[in-house]
């Protein structure tokens, strides 16, 4: 949601101080959304729940849901690839197409946002849902993200017609640059470039 981000668990993390509570009685997605649109950083909501996965359920219920599939890749040296959207770092990503199978959808959209070949698809490493207004209509985008890989290091060619004005390669040592100008939702991804920091050769 904007700058901030709506955490269901079922106890109480230990680092309970990074979070602002919301009580499941009274939780309006709408009003929420509203006050996430201060630009600032915010720090992230927290919802206790018994059945977090019944209750994100009944909370994304009343939204359309948007498909979208995009791209963790890697080069042959183990970098990862990141492209520089509207101020902000971001991963390759994009609507999936009427008819179109979602990991098909992420290679295609990687390959056009980037203008590289990807040489390797591998498993869906996370799902993540991002609330948005589209056409003064909120709406939930449902990304599908999978590893891929690429051989040695291409040049990359970014699709300025998208609004991408960058797209970097960038090794483990370079997160840092992407966590100060980021959205959480990546923040929440970038452990799994740790994870998995080895390149296709």
Not at 95 to 118: S, T
Not at 169 to 179: C, E, F, P
């Amino acid at each position: 949601m904007n700058q901030s981000a709506l955490h269901i668990a079922d106890i109480e993390p230990k680092n309970r101080d990074k979070y602002q509570s919301i009580d499941y009685e009274e939780i309006d997605i709408n009003k929420l959304f509203k006050r996430t649109k201060d630009k600032k950083a915010q720090r992230p909501f927290l919802l206790i729940a018994k059945d977090p996965e019944a209750t994100f359920k009944r909370l994304k219920r009343p939204f359309k849901i948007i498909k979208a599939a995009g791209g963790i890749v890697k080069n042959g040296k183990g970098e990862h690839l990141f492209i520089y959207r509207l101020g902000y770092w971001d991963l390759p990503k994009g609507k999936v197409d009427d008819g179109e199978k979602v990991d098909a959808a992420a290679v295609r959209e990687v390959e056009e946002e980037c203008g590289i070949e990807v040489h390797y698809r591998g498993i869906c490493l996370a799902t993540t849902y991002h609330l948005y207004t589209l056409k003064g209509e909120l709406v939930i985008k449902k990304t599908k993200w999978y590893d891929m890989g690429v051989n040695k290091s291409p040049k990359l060619t970014p699709q300025l017609a998208e609004d991408i004005t960058k797209a970097a390669w960038m090794g483990l040592d370079d997160l840092d640059k992407v966590r100060k100008k980021t959205y959480p939702l990546i923040l929440d991804l970038l452990p799994l470039l740790e994870r998995y920091p080895k390149g296709q050769d």
